[in-house]
């Protein structure tokens, strides 16, 4: 476990001294706060959109920092010509892997945790409020949703040649997911057989991760999802970033490191 943490140790300090997450954090800080100086005809509730925009900017930020830093990790490594000294010190494979994995998923807890103080501050400062609880839930899910994201980005740092293409098609398969992979079941419907049962198949398969969004619990102030639902939800993100996790020491156990 030691070995796992030094590494995990490693990307989190690399993770503040790199640029992209402080340009993400100005630059959401300014659109926000930009937004929220404006008053639209004295509306209370125009602060619902000012919220909503923010959140929509702290999902992308979040998913740009979690993609580009889990995509460079191995690459970079092999690049460097860091890989093979790491190995040949006591550290295995998959020590290696899960290392980066927990740094990276790390790492964009503590954006997560930097956002969420902002936007709480934020949405306090208009309406007068603190709905902990709802953030607490909304951060949560949303923090274990990019683990499924940063296993799938590790997965593919190993099996595409470069950083940039790995980060295209991680970007690609998200959007995918997040605006498409709901409606399957009913596009499978339409279907003939076998492309019906192919259809359900691939729904069924693949990560949903539009079930952690809970943007709009925190939009407007709905009532908390119950803890048992809230507690499947974080099973079934454990699920998936095991899945792919073992997929990755799977695929780093049977390629060259030179």
Known sequence: MNNIFAVAGVVIKELYRRKDFYVLFIVTILICVMMASVNIYNDAHIVRYLKEICLLLIWICSLVVA???????IPAERENRTLLPLLAKPLTRVQLI?????????????????????????????????????????????????GIVVAMALLGSLVFAAPSS?????????????????????????????????????????????????????????????????????????????????????????????
């Open 98 to 146: 899960v290392g980066k994995f927990l740094g990276c998923w790390l790492a964009c807890g503590l954006t997560l945790v930097c956002f969420y103080i902002f936007f709480g501050a934020l949405s306090a400062s208009r309406e007068h409020q603190w709905p902990l609880m709802n953030y607490f839930q909304a951060a949560m899910l949303h923090w274990f949703m990019l």
């Open 67 to 73: 993609v580009t830093t889990t995509a460079r990790q």
């Open 166 to 258: 790995n980060s295209t098609i991680c970007f690609v398969i998200i959007g995918g997911i997040l605006f498409a992979a709901r409606h399957l079941d009913q596009v499978a419907l339409t279907l003939r057989e076998p492309l019906r049962t192919v259809v359900y198949s691939l729904y069924f398969a693949i990560p949903h991760l539009e079930l952690f969004d809970l943007r709009d619990l925190v939009i407007h102030n709905w009532p908390l999802i119950e803890w048992k639902y809230f507690g499947l939800a974080l099973l079934y993100a454990l699920f998936y970033m095991g899945v792919f996790l073992v997929a990755a020491c799977q695929v780093f156990r049977r390629k060259a490191v030179n």
